[in-house]
């Protein structure tokens, strides 16, 4: 079951992070979960994958908030 509190995120809490931001938070520990949300088509097409990632379209990640969790930076990204 989807917590109600993951449907209810409004976009002023989705927010960018640089690189830099991401980088200097693995490097002190903090679990980060990588999503890919290119189409299948894109990404298999791509030579640029990201190790560990997990391929979620953007369209598919309502369906799967309940897969994610809930104590890990989760970077969503496109190429």
């Known amino acids: 079951m989807v917590d ?3 449907k209810e995120i ?3 809490e989705v927010r ?3 690189i830099d931001e991401v980088k200097k938070r ?3 520990g903090e679990p980060v979960l990588f999503i890919d949300t290119r ?3 894109d990404w298999g097409e791509s030579a640029l994958k990201l190790p560990g990632a997990r ?3 953007f369209s598919e990640l309502e369906q799967h908030l309940d897969e994610l969790p809930r104590d ?3 970077v969503t990204y496109c190429t």
């Open 4 to 6: 109600r509190r993951l």
């Open 10 to 12: 409004s976009l002023a």
């Open 16 to 18: 960018r992070i640089a």
């Open 26 to 28: 693995i490097d002190n």
């Open 39 to 41: 189409n299948q088509h």
């Open 55 to 57: 391929r979620i379209h």
């Open 72 to 74: 890990s930076l989760i």
